[in-house]
């Protein structure tokens, strides 16, 4: 009743949290899962609004904004969330590209899946490896340490705040970059098993002209790139664990930029 009290008295502040959470949602990894109702998701924010309001609400002046700065403080708040969720979503991104190429050179480009999240074609490495990372997110609490780095933007970036967009760019590029090494971490292993079996079947092309290649190397390709890829699911998962971590923990360093 106290925090009912005090949002009434102070609302725009609490507008301004619902912008920032508002913001993370929509890019979060998991949270912000188009699977997830929307109705759901609003009541997240407008509950994790809620939490936070005691702590960081009443750091706001007092002083009322008017129309204008009201809308440029809304905008900024909504700006600090993207931020959050795109950082933390991008480690996903890097899991997506591993499975699309991985399934590519595997030749399951041809048995694609509509993926009604995404809205587009994907493979069904493409989908192991999403929902793999999505079941390894919420195994080792990746949701409570981007919500423990959605509070930590307070700190550095806090309510109100002047930011500068622009700012973000030069160290997402870099995050970006770092996100291309990952997914090459990840598909390197099996990439490199369907490559030596491709190799192989050259070999033997030349070796045997009368075999047909393109019928035995299709399957095989299929069955040793599918080996390759259960030998190196423990190697996958701790790769996954790092860097999940190592993204959300990106985090608060990027927003601390703005």
Do not use: C
Request: net charge negative.
């Amino acid at each position: 009743m106290d925090t009912l009290n005090t949002v009434v008295a102070h609302p725009q502040a609490y507008l301004l949290l619902v912008a920032r959470a508002s913001g993370m949602f929509l890019l979060a990894p998991v949270l912000g899962h188009t699977s997830i109702p929307v109705l759901i998701r609003v009541a997240l924010v407008l509950l994790l609004a809620w939490v936070l309001f005691p702590v960081y609400g009443l750091n706001v002046p007092e002083t009322s904004l008017d129309v204008p700065s009201l809308v440029t403080a809304l905008g900024g708040e909504l700006a600090v969330g993207l931020v959050v969720g795109m950082v933390a979503s991008l480690i996903f991104t890097a899991f997506q590209m591993a499975g699309s190429v991985i399934g590519t050179q595997m030749s399951f480009g041809i048995s694609e899946l509509f993926d009604p999240n995404r809205q587009q074609q994907v493979s069904v490495i493409d989908q192991f490896y999403s929902t793999l990372a999505t079941l390894l997110f919420l195994v080792i609490n990746g949701h409570h340490l981007l919500m423990q780095a959605f509070d930590r933007t307070f700190r550095v970036v806090p309510l109100a705040a002047a930011i500068q967009a622009e700012a973000v760019a030069l160290p997402l590029g870099h995050l970006v970059s770092e996100m291309f090494g990952a997914a090459l971490q990840l598909a390197l292993p099996i990439l490199a098993a369907v490559l030596l079996t491709d190799i192989a079947s050259g070999l033997v092309a030349r070796a045997i002209p009368q075999i047909n290649v393109f019928f035995l190397g299709l399957p095989l390709k299929v069955l040793v790139g599918l080996f390759a890829l259960s030998l190196a699911v423990p190697a996958t998962l701790a790769a996954m664990t790092s860097q999940i971590e190592t993204g959300i923990g990106n985090v608060v360093g990027i927003v601390r930029t703005l």
